[in-house]
């Protein structure tokens, strides 16, 4: 949809009524393509008061400060969106989005560790989300999480990071985490054994596609899994496990669980999806 498209829908028909939104922008159509502007970002927060979710798809946003933004919003979806370096660093207005609950960051290239430290000052942040990161290293995931203790949720989906270094950061910072999501490259069993005893966690969930010969055995991730307490949820996704002797092993063990095992659902290329 154009700019001026939407600033026509702004004065016409949007207004208190609306609560979630998702546009997309013109990122990969060229320099000359019509981008999103701070003065658009602007009027969407002044005329649509009770906007709660806004997803942006392939958007440049490099000269959209983040300061422009709804302040009403409690969840931001960025997917394959282009942001400047001064998006989310710790210097920026710390009252900016202070109701912000959940931030998804999908393909943002440059994302970086100093950008997840800078998610420190969304103090209501609960829920994190970081697909295709590839900038973010593991020292930066490890001192990032250190100031974000206070995460229910985290999902580390398709970056560089292993499965191993990732579980780790968490185990050492995120006690109180409630679900874990994430891609199973460079996953061990001792990796997996480091969640053993998590206090809080109801939900996991380990993606594949199988690539990794360390790969914890169905007895091994049972066994973890029978150390943490609150477990309700285990969700194995793309392992090539469906249906085999490894989905019986876990279903029968974990009694009190919904145990998912099944095939990774095919992705759509459009980004309305």
Known sequence: MRPKVMWHLLRRY?????????????????????QLSPALMRALGQKCPN???????VANLSM???TSLPCTLKTLELHSCEISMAWLLKEQDPTVLPLLECIVLDRVPAFRDEHLQGLTRFRALRSLVLGGTYRVTETGLDMGLQELSYLQRLEVLGCTLSADSTL???SRHLRDVRKIRLTVRG???PGLSVLEGMP????????????????PSPHEIL????????????ELQGLGWEGQEAERILSKGLP??????????????DWWM
């Open 168 to 170: 780790l950061a968490i």
């Open 64 to 66: 959209v400060p983040i």
């Open 51 to 57: 906007l709660k979710r806004l997803c942006l798809h």
């Open 256 to 269: 009190h669980c919904m145990v998912i095992v099944r095939a990774c659902p095919k992705e759509s290329m």
């Open 187 to 189: 996953l061990s069993a």
């Open 223 to 234: 066994s973890s899994c029978l150390t943490m307490p609150k477990l309700r949820v285990l």
């Open 200 to 215: 809080a966690l109801e939900s996991l969930c380990l993606l594949g596609p199988l690539i990794t010969p360390e790969m």
């Open 14 to 34: 949007m207004a208190s009524r609306l609560h979630s939104l998702r546009m997309g922008g013109y990122l990969f159509s060229g320099s000359q393509a019509p």
